[in-house]
T-cell receptor, first 114, second 113 residues
Framework: AQSVTQLDSHVSVSEGTPVLLRCNYS??????LFWYVQHPNKGLQLLLK??????LVKGINGFEAEFKKSETSFHLTKPSAHMSDAAEYFC????????????FGSGTKLNVKP | SQTIHQWPATLVQPVGSPLSLECTVE??????LYWYRQAAGRGLQLLFY??????ISSEVPQNLSASRPQDRQFILSSKKLLLSDSGFYLC????????????FGQGTRLTVV
């Protein structure tokens, strides 16, 4: 069975400081992993995805994530937060053996303080 | 380019009334289609997915059903709404394959009163 856990429901950082949003997955098979962002009253936008190529994945708006199989993690990072990064972020997993399913984590709300 | 349309954007329905939410995709063929419900603090819960016309898989037993009468049309229905059906419903499509991302509609805010 597959599942994805986002360890923090809320994260608060100051503008200009690093961002770390944590995601752990459980999967018996090679997963594909994704990060999505949802701004208030907006739809879901893909930030980046991992599909078994490079373990460090770069996405839009300066975000990146590193796939660590030994830790079953796919944490999202950004070196310097911007006010416009305030949003809700979702980690998503899809497994190779049952790839029709597309499971979301519970989400992390990022607050950026001026 | 591909687009996804979901309507209505908002809906207020009385308890016990029927529901029909529609989602259509343009610019692609034979996509996987999905219905999710988003509740505060619970992320997006996968309700149904479909890999082809007439093929529906249900993830969570509930008061809702889904149908796919055409290749790019996905409908979420209920015969009698419950208060607990209130929420934000999102439709999505993906190309078939394990490493493809999903593209989402703008969602429907359903309030059952």
């Amino acid at each position: 069975a597959q599942s994805v856990t986002q360890l923090d429901s809320h994260v608060s950082v100051s503008e200009g400081t690093p961002v770390l949003l944590r995601c752990n997955y459980s999967s018996s098979y090679s997963p594909s992993l994704f990060w999505y962002v949802q701004h208030p009253n907006k739809g879901l936008q893909l930030l980046l995805k991992y599909t078994s190529a490079a373990t460090l994945v770069k996405g839009i708006n300066g975000f990146e994530a590193e796939f660590k199989k030994s830790e079953t993690s796919f944490h999202l990072t950004k070196p310097s937060a911007h006010m416009s990064d305030a949003a809700e972020y979702f980690c998503v997993v899809s497994e190779a053996y049952n790839f029709n399913k597309f499971y979301f984590g519970s989400g992390t709300k990022l607050n950026v303080k001026p | 380019s591909q687009t996804i349309h979901q309507w209505p954007a908002t809906l207020v329905q009385p308890v016990g009334s029927p529901l029909s939410l529609e989602c259509t995709v343009e610019g692609t063929s034979n996509p996987n289609l999905y219905w999710y419900r988003q509740a505060a603090g619970r992320g997006l819960q996968l309700l149904f997915y479909s890999v082809g016309i007439g093929q529906i898989s249900s993830e969570v037993p509930q008061n809702l059903s889904a149908s796919r009468p055409q290749d790019r049309q996905f409908i979420l229905s209920s015969k009698k709404l419950l208060l607990s059906d209130s929420g934000f419903y999102l439709c999505a499509w993906r190309e078939q394959g394990w490493n493809t991302e999903a593209f989402f509609g703008q969602g429907t805010r359903l309030t059952v009163v």
